[in-house]
């Protein structure tokens, strides 16, 4: 009789308050969300750090390319002595006006008009080296600018001691000219390959 009785004092699951049930539900739905959230952030997370790492690396990338200053050109005068006077860089010939382009990333030193470059652009690079862009037509950077690689910096022009349109490249290590074929393409860049006439290779 008395287990009889015990028995008969518990509750019926169906006298339990539905408001209880309804909380518990709300509470079990609210637990499952901040789950979801939290993953959701961490995805989110994990893509923003993703990405970061990505734009760093473009941005190494970038800093490190080395590319030619003209698309298309035609050689014209290669480093070297000239008329018992020493020609201190390349000359790439391309009609009036075509936009030419940082070899690589760095600052410019100068840019303005440079007695017999006509105007030119100086760029100095983290290492030093420093390149001439020379006869411009037109200049769009200014002394300061920090420029990246392929980035327009001028037009090609007749301006100073020229014969014709073209760009004057130079490039000096430690102060002095060297030979811009030579340098370039130990930086991968291969004009060489496109100048038969003067170096007498198949391009």
């Given at each position: 009789?008395?287990?009889?009785?015990?028995?008969?004092?518990?509750?019926?699951?169906?006298?339990?308050?539905?408001?209880?049930?309804?909380?518990?539900?709300?509470?079990?739905?609210?637990?499952?969300?901040?789950?979801?959230?939290?993953?959701?952030?961490?995805?989110?997370?994990?893509?923003?750090?993703?990405?970061?790492?990505t734009?760093?690396?473009?941005?190494?990338?970038?800093?490190?390319?080395?590319?030619?200053?003209?698309?298309?050109y035609?050689?014209?005068?290669?480093?070297?002595?000239?008329?018992?006077?020493?020609?201190?860089?390349?000359?790439?010939?391309?009609?009036?006006?075509?936009?030419?382009?940082?070899?690589?990333?760095?600052?410019?030193?100068?840019?303005?008009?440079?007695?017999?470059?006509?105007?030119a652009?100086?760029?100095?690079?983290?290492?030093?080296?420093?390149?001439?862009?020379?006869?411009?037509?037109?200049?769009?950077?200014k002394?300061?600018?920090?420029?990246?690689?392929?980035?327009?910096?001028?037009?090609?022009?007749?301006?100073?001691?020229?014969?014709?349109?073209?760009?004057?490249?130079?490039?000096?290590?430690?102060?002095?000219?060297?030979?811009?074929?030579?340098?370039?393409?130990?930086?991968?860049?291969?004009?060489?390959?496109?100048?038969?006439?003067?170096?007498?290779?198949?391009?």
């Amino acid at each position: 009789m008395v287990a009889l009785g015990a028995a008969s004092e518990l509750p019926d699951a169906k006298a339990v308050n539905p408001t209880v049930l309804q909380n518990l539900n709300v509470a079990a739905d609210g637990g499952d969300a901040l789950a979801e959230r939290s993953a959701d952030g961490d995805r989110a997370s994990r893509g923003e750090e993703r990405a970061a790492n990505t734009k760093i690396s473009d941005e190494d990338a970038e800093a490190e390319a080395w590319l030619l200053p003209l698309d298309d050109y035609e050689f014209t005068s290669a480093y070297g002595v000239r008329f018992g006077k020493l020609h201190a860089g390349i000359d790439l010939a391309a009609p009036e006006g075509t936009p030419y382009k940082a070899v690589h990333a760095g600052k410019v030193k100068s840019a303005g008009y440079m007695g017999g470059y006509g105007y030119a652009v100086t760029v100095e690079h983290s290492d030093g080296t420093e390149m001439i862009y020379a006869h411009s037509r037109r200049l769009l950077v200014k002394t300061g600018d920090v420029v990246k690689a392929g980035q327009v910096m001028g037009e090609v022009g007749n301006t100073g001691y020229s014969y014709g349109t073209h760009l004057h490249l130079e490039v000096h290590v430690g102060g002095n000219p060297t030979d811009p074929i030579v340098f370039l393409r130990e930086h991968g860049v291969d004009i060489k390959l496109r100048i038969e006439s003067v170096y007498g290779i198949a391009s």
